[in-house]
């Protein structure tokens, strides 16, 4: 692959991906997130794979969708392109990813990092969508995760005028989940995908599965689908080694089965 590095056990059961294009601080363009998912396509079918990490460098996550590639083009070219069909599979991932950012995490790059399940980021990360500044608006989910995530009145005006916000406000408004300082936010991220990875990777799923379902249904019908995934869980080696285990009080021993 030509602008990601994968490297599949990076620490045990947690594979990193890393965005590369430095000189263009990560810009995502189509070959880019055509590399994204199907390197998460591998990482999702492979068994000693419990949970992903995405990452750029310490001055951009990334900074936004590559504006070369889309300024020439038409409506119909860019629903002929259909580059966000991209963006469905890498949100259709089962294992949890987990976005360490540091630097700027702008437009297409705040909206992967709002993909992910999890954010960790550095004291430098700024986040934002500056598209209204191009002309246009958010188009990967930017309007709608953000919104959802920090409210309407914070997102409105973080759409409407492009302004960014800093590590620091992004986690009081709830849109990532800590702030360390810029040389461990990495690592950081490290001790949080192995903390997942040591849980059951059939209860991972599922539970990553129901949360996401909250965001795309009511009240009732969110409790039943919950309650389908708990029923489902028993169908699993997991549960009765991780009842066993607590029981005979001794760590479990997850298989994913």
Same mark, same amino acid.
């Given at each position: 692959?030509?602008?990601?590095?994968? *490297?599949? =056990?990076?620490?045990?059961?947690?594979?990193?991906? $890393?965005?590369?294009?430095?000189?263009?601080?990560?810009?995502?363009? &189509? #070959? &880019?997130?055509?590399?994204?998912?199907?390197?998460? %396509?591998?990482?999702?079918?492979?068994?000693?794979?419990?949970? +992903?990490?995405?990452?750029? /460098?310490?001055?951009?996550?990334?900074?936004?969708?590559?504006?070369? =590639?889309?300024?020439? !083009?038409?409506?119909?070219?860019?629903? /002929?392109?259909? #580059?966000?069909?991209?963006?469905? $599979?890498?949100?259709?991932? !089962?294992?949890?990813?987990?976005?360490?950012?540091?630097?700027?995490?702008?437009?297409?790059?705040?909206?992967?990092?709002? *993909?992910?399940?999890? +954010?960790?980021?550095?004291?430098?990360? #700024?986040?934002?969508?500056?598209? +209204?500044? +191009?002309?246009?608006?958010?188009?990967?989910?930017?309007? =709608?995760?953000?919104?959802?995530?920090?409210? !309407?009145?914070?997102?409105?005006?973080?759409?409407?005028?492009?302004?960014?916000?800093?590590?620091?406000?992004?986690?009081?408004?709830? &849109?990532?989940?800590?702030?360390?300082?810029?040389?461990?936010?990495?690592?950081?991220?490290? %001790?949080?995908?192995?903390?997942?990875? #040591?849980?059951?990777?059939?209860?991972?799923?599922?539970? %990553?599965?129901?949360? /996401? @379902?909250?965001?795309?249904?009511? &009240?009732?019908?969110?409790?039943?689908?919950?309650?389908?995934?708990?029923?489902?869980?028993?169908?699993?080696?997991?549960?009765?080694?991780?009842? /066993?285990?607590?029981?005979? %009080?001794?760590?479990?021993?997850?298989?994913? @089965?």
């Amino acid at each position: 692959m030509e602008f990601i590095l994968v *490297t599949p =056990q990076a620490r045990p059961h947690v594979a990193l991906i $890393q965005l590369n294009r430095p000189k263009e601080l990560n810009a995502l363009n &189509l #070959q &880019l997130m055509g590399e994204m998912r199907d390197a998460l %396509k591998e990482l999702d079918d492979n068994d000693e794979v419990r949970a +992903i990490i995405i990452t750029g /460098n310490e001055r951009a996550f990334a900074a936004g969708a590559d504006i070369k =590639q889309m300024a020439g !083009k038409t409506a119909i070219d860019m629903l /002929n392109i259909d #580059q966000f069909s991209t963006w469905d $599979q890498i949100r259709k991932t !089962k294992k949890p990813i987990i976005a360490a950012v540091s630097g700027f995490a702008l437009g297409g790059g705040c909206e992967l990092a709002m *993909t992910c399940d999890m +954010i960790v980021a550095s004291e430098t990360a #700024q986040f934002g969508q500056p598209e +209204i500044k +191009i002309g246009v608006m958010p188009g990967a989910g930017g309007t =709608q995760r953000l919104t959802k995530a920090i409210g !309407k009145a914070k997102a409105m005006e973080m759409v409407l005028t492009g302004k960014f916000m800093s590590a620091d406000e992004a986690e009081k408004h709830g &849109l990532i989940n800590r702030v360390v300082p810029v040389e461990l936010y990495l690592e950081e991220a490290f %001790k949080l995908a192995g903390e997942v990875a #040591q849980m059951s990777p059939v209860a991972a799923k599922l539970a %990553k599965e129901s949360v /996401n @379902r909250s965001f795309e249904t009511n &009240l009732d019908e969110g409790l039943h689908f919950e309650r389908k995934n708990f029923y489902l869980c028993f169908a699993s080696e997991d549960q009765t080694e991780g009842m /066993n285990a607590f029981v005979e %009080k001794r760590k479990p021993e997850f298989k994913g @089965r």
